[in-house]
C-alpha cells in the first residue's frame, strides 16, 4: 500500500541526496564540514581534514553543491567550504525513520524516532 504524505520529502529528492552522499569520500567531506560548523573549511583545510585532495576534491564537492548540501564561498583569495543543509541532512533521516514499524504487528518499543 502506498503512503504519501505532502509534507514528506519526495522519494525521488530522498534518493538523489542520497546517491550524492553515496561516495565513502563524500560523506567524509560532508561529515568534516558539518564538524566545521557555520563558519566552513578553506578548500585545503578541507582536503587535509578528509584526505581528499585535488581534483577528486573538486569533484565530490560539485556533488554535494548540486544535491544542496555544502556551499563553496569564495573570500578573498580563498574558496570557504561549508555545509549549509543541516535540514536536509535532518529530513533524511525523519524520511527514514517516520513510518518505523508502521506495518508491524509487533513493533519493538524500546527504541523511539520521534
Known sequence: MKHTDPTDISLERAASTFAALGSEQRLSVLRCLVRAGEEGLSIGDLGQRSGVTGSTLTHH?????????????????????AAVAYGAVQELSEFLLK?????????DKDHSHG
Open 61 to 81: 564537492m560539485k556533488i554535494l553543491a548540486q544535491a544542496g548540501l555544502v556551499a563553496q564561498v569564495k573570500q578573498g583569495r580563498s574558496i570557504i567550504c
Open 99 to 107: 513510518e518505523c514499524c508502521a506495518d508491524s504487528t509487533s513493533p
